[in-house]
């Protein structure tokens, strides 16, 4: 790892300079002001795994402008996260944030973090209700997601809860390359008695036509990746207006992650945010990343393995709970 200083006069000129030596993966370690020739200055301590590479040849015209306009949202997102490190916070700002609340949410909560209990308790009860997703259920469900965030199984779980209701529910896999994939569905589909189709993304169109009659139609897709980028997500969008994308996240993800996924997925219209391993978090804090500007709203939760008890749908109470649960708010010191 390559670590370096960097000082300006100004915390954006400090900040050019981390970009133009180590790049776009540079890490912020820490802030600070020195004083340096009678002078208060701004030093950064960034750090990067590897050197790196070679500036690439400008790009011209719409290509260029966009690849610019991506740069400037990029230095702007720094910028605001610089902010909450540069001002002070109170002692339950400081104490949320060692426990994993993002600082830009902190922001959100209280100037820079600058809160306290009853105030921050008063902010996360009023916001609550805006983060859960209380529209009807679309016909056609589709479960989108990276690798490992349990698509699969999330959808089987929800396919389980309408068929108790007494509702008609089918299964569709487009996830017809990864190894495993067709006989992890294949087994669920047998269990719960429930039809299943398979087609390849370029078919979900067509597949849709043969499964006009199920009352709800659930979608796993492949893993978001090279070979099924976001162009292919909005092509399933536009395969009927029944369609909708509920993007599958882990609740221990972190919050850098899901705001770089995000900003690749943000103009497809994802309906909402299905969230799974509840049971793996420990303390709530990395949860309220959920609270991050843009994000679509919550429907479900998955607490759990069993079919379908640990899958729930988002209410604003059980959400207050989840991020309340183990989240430690006493403002006491050792000196």
């Not at 600058?114 to 056609?140: G, H, I, Q």
């Amino acid at each position: 790892m390559k670590v370096q200083k960097f000082r300006g006069q100004t915390s954006v000129e400090a900040l050019a300079k981390v970009k133009e030596a180590l790049g776009e993966d540079a890490v912020i370690l820490s802030t600070r002001r020195v004083r340096e020739g009678g002078k208060w200055l701004y030093e950064m301590t960034a750090a990067v795994d590897f050197e790196p590479p070679e500036p690439e040849t400008p790009f011209h015209g719409k290509e260029g402008f966009s690849l610019v306009l991506r740069e400037i949202k990029g230095l702007k997102g720094l910028i605001e996260g610089l902010k909450c490190c540069l001002k002070p916070r109170s002692p339950l700002g400081e104490l949320l944030l060692s426990q994993g609340v993002p600082a830009e949410v902190l922001k959100i909560f209280g100037q820079n973090g600058d809160l306290n209990k009853e105030a921050f308790l008063k902010k996360l009860s009023s916001s609550v209700a805006k983060r859960v997703e209380t529209r009807p259920f679309s016909r056609v469900q589709v479960f989108i997601g990276q690798a490992g965030v349990g698509k699969t199984t999330s959808l089987v779980k929800l396919a389980a809860r309408f068929s108790c209701n007494g509702q008609r529910v089918g299964l569709l896999s487009l996830d017809t390359v990864r190894v495993g994939a067709r006989e992890q569905i294949s087994r669920y589909a047998e269990l719960l008695d429930l039809p299943l189709a398979f087609a390849r993304p370029e078919e979900f169109k067509e597949a849709l036509k043969g499964l006009k009659n199920w009352d709800y139609v659930l979608v796993d897709t492949p893993a978001i990746s090279a070979s099924f980028p976001e162009h292919a997500l909005a092509r399933l969008l536009k395969a009927s207006p029944e369609v909708s994308l509920h993007l599958v996240l882990r609740a221990t993800e972190a919050a850098s992650a899901v705001k770089k996924l995000w900003e690749r997925l943000e103009g497809l219209g994802v309906r909402s945010l299905v969230i799974t391993h509840l049971e793996a978090l420990g303390s709530s804090g990395p949860l309220f990343w959920i609270f991050m500007a843009g994000l679509p709203p919550v429907s479900f939760f998955s607490t759990g393995d069993r079919v379908p008890e640990d899958f729930e749908r988002a209410t604003p109470k059980r959400l207050l709970s989840l991020l309340l649960r183990n989240l430690e708010m006493e403002e006491t010191y050792v000196a």
